[in-house]
């Protein structure tokens, strides 16, 4: 059994050694995702089986040969060893060199991360990428309900036509202060306009389509009798005073959306910076882990060197061991000396078999410590994750409490709208909104 575990199982320990150094990974069956860490994996890949083949079959035929003769497979064995060694590490650095030329082509990159079970839990993090998206397209103001903008059009030429054909009535009946009507008209228009100018914007059609209805209003205002100008003027002040109710209303839900929109820009500013400090949290998080791995790379490059110094050791115990059996193979021509080297050779061996022994020992802590060292890694990955999980579902409580406070103010509003037709009495003179 142990001559198996020295002609199989150290090549393969060594081979797997080889290839966790220059690769970093463990797993030797599964390619990197990322195109620049591939060379080192098939270099690592190709050392290490290279490696092992020639140590077993050198180990395999060697122990079926004398000592002298397997000197002989030193030689063609190390020449072996280093074309394939030369070949494989030119191989790594043409493949190193058609990565860097090519361009990267980074759909099928994120493809492929898109794939990896680390990376599930945090595409479950796109709810606050998507939570800010809905945010900026709540605090578009051009993306209001087009009912508002035909409700606040409509009242606006309401308030005209009834400006115009008050004047137009006016004048009618009093020529003589033809003058003096004619500029109140036009200051109470230029001040109608005024006010109506931040609510909407007219377009040129409905500007060109203005002098049509003056047209026709002057019309229908000199075919009325001078009986019906009365009745007619207290139908138009009733309109305007409704005109003005309205657009008294819409400055107000205005004035409501402005603010709730300010309120909302500062809601996602601070949101921004709140993901700003995870974001530095998790690259300080990174940057700690990058550190552990390189210390964990400087103390396996220490496991790596005393492996070597012990293989050094193991050979020299060899030599030392075939040295006494030539010794004692010339000293059969004396029986004392045949007795004293072979006492010496018991000896030898006893001591070497003792240092291999010794050996087997500390592979075993070490590897002891190896699998330690993965468990805690592990831990930390669960721990991470679980802070991950919590996170979230922190967020998706935050954009829960938001759309519910959201709904509550839309309850509000309605209320309001539904009470100021009432609570209203008293017609005041239009004034522009107050900008805060």
Known sequence: MTVILLKYGLPALLGYILFIGISGQFNPFRRPVTQ???????????????????????LHMAYSMSLESARSLVTPSAMILGVTLITGFTLSILYRRSISD??????????????????????????????LDDLDKTLALSELPSDCDETIAEATDLMDEDIHSESLLELNAHPENAHSESMTVEDSTALTSEATQDLTDQSTSEILAEPVAE????????????????????????????????????RKALAVLESESRSYEMSKADALTHLES???????????????????????QSLESDMLNAKQELAEAKKALRKNTAARAKALS????????????????????????????????????????????????????????????????????????????????????????RLVKKVARSRPVASD
């Open 334 to 421: 004396t029986a004392d000396r045949a007795v004293t080297f072979a006492r010496q050779s018991i000896n030898a061996r006893s001591i070497a078999e003792k240092r291999v022994k010794e050996l087997e020992e500390s592979l075993k802590n070490r590897q002891a410590t190896i699998s330690s060292l993965i468990q805690s890694l592990e831990k930390e990955k669960g721990r991470t994750q679980i802070e991950l999980q919590s996170m979230a579902k922190q967020m998706l409580m935050e954009e829960k409490q938001l759309r519910a406070r959201r709904r509550l103010d839309e309850a509000a509003r309605r209320v309001e709208g539904k009470f100021t037709n």
């Open 215 to 250: 047209e026709s209003i002057e019309v229908t205002a000199e075919s009325i009798p001078d009986a019906n100008l009365t009745g007619a003027l207290d139908q138009e002040i009733q309109l305007r005073q409704q005109t003005e109710k309205h657009l008294r209303i819409t």
């Open 36 to 58: 620049t860490a591939r060379p080192s994996w098939f270099f690592g890949l190709w050392t290490g089986l290279t490696v092992a083949a020639v140590f077993t079959l050198g």
């Open 102 to 131: 090519s361009p990267l082509d980074t759909a099928t990159t994120v493809d492929a991360i898109a794939h990896e079970p680390a990376f599930d839990e945090a595409l479950d993090n796109a709810s606050d990428i998507v939570a």
């Open 278 to 300: 995870e974001l530095e949290e998790r690259i300080r998080q990174t940057a700690k882990a990058e550190a552990r791995g390189n210390r964990e790379a400087a103390k396996r």
